[in-house]
């Protein structure tokens, strides 16, 4: 991530604009790399729950400790026109995820999705590159890289690593799935979830500190569009089946990510603070959640 944020800002693309694609969708490469791993070893339950855990994790309890932190303050056309782009991404997934499960359809529908949109922010972000200014650097990250021989052994580090880090995470969660009697469903909104949302935590938490509550915001709306559109959408089009989704999943756990996600939507197009007030609810709000999942587990 800071390698790519490091060539990002040689760009000089803005901000907000680093923030929700090249932040937002490499703190969910994660979830990525887990979601291709359970769908070519046979564990698509995996996926439904890492990514609609994630993305639920993201708001509570990513957009809560960061709130908590310093408030959150949505602003600008960018934030609202990628805010619209996340709630018809989710809306989508969860319709092709109601309808007998997603097949490779449903993954194909979704990648041109996410495709489209690539395209779409390639032509805004050279506009916005052609008025962005170049002398501010992106010190919220912490130890960024500067020079191009470093910026690409960053990234040439990250894609190396990220595979056996899925590896591991998915054997794990299975193993402890198996021990404790539990759904593999439910493993993937709890220990996978939390575990691949990790990277979005800390950028989160590092952008709060430096006040840069649109790094904030554009990471969380960022990566929950990735998740929906590009990892559903590979995870899909992989596995040999449709990734089904049950009765309750959809019943509860699914309205669960859309109610957090239109939470942050409304605040976001509304330019309304998200203060510490609200930070604590929304990390309440994630902690009742988890425990609703581990009474029902």
Request: hydrophobic content about 55%.
């Amino acid at each position: 991530m800071r390698g790519s944020v490091g060539l990002a800002r040689k760009m000089q693309v803005p901000d907000f604009v680093v923030a929700a694609t090249v932040v937002g969708f490499g703190t969910s490469l994660p979830e990525l790399m887990v979601s291709i791993r359970a769908a070519t070893t046979g564990y698509p339950n995996l996926i439904l729950g890492n990514v609609v855990g994630s993305n639920t994790a993201n708001v509570l309890l990513v957009g809560g400790a960061s709130a908590l932190i310093f408030p959150i303050l949505p602003e600008g056309g960018a934030v609202r026109r990628n805010i619209v782009i996340m709630a018809l991404a989710i809306i989508g997934f969860a319709i092709l995820a109601a309808l007998n499960g997603l097949g490779h359809f449903g993954g194909v529908a979704l990648l041109g999705a996410f495709f489209a949109i690539m395209a779409a922010t390639a032509r805004s972000t050279l506009q916005a590159r052609k008025d962005a200014d170049s002398s501010t650097p992106l010190d919220w990250v912490l130890g960024m890289p500067t020079r191009p021989v470093t910026i690409a052994v960053c990234i040439l580090f990250g894609i190396l690593t990220l595979p056996l880090g899925a590896e591991l995470l998915v054997e794990s969660a299975v193993e402890i799935a198996q021990s404790f009697y539990v759904s593999e469903t439910v493993i993937g909104l709890t220990v996978l979830a939390i575990g691949t949302s990790l990277p979005e935590l800390t950028t989160a938490v590092l952008a709060a500190l430096e006040r840069r509550p649109d790094v904030a915001i554009g990471a969380i709306i960022g990566s929950n569009t990735f998740n929906v559109l590009a990892i559903m959408g590979v995870a899909a089009v992989l596995s040999a089946e449709p990734i089904p989704a049950s009765s309750r999943f959809l019943a509860f756990d699914v309205p669960v990510m859309m109610l957090s996600s239109t939470l942050v939507a409304v605040y976001a197009w509304r330019g309304w603070p998200i203060g510490r007030a609200t930070g604590g609810l929304l990390l309440l709000s994630y902690f009742a959640y988890l425990s609703v999942l581990v009474v029902v587990a």
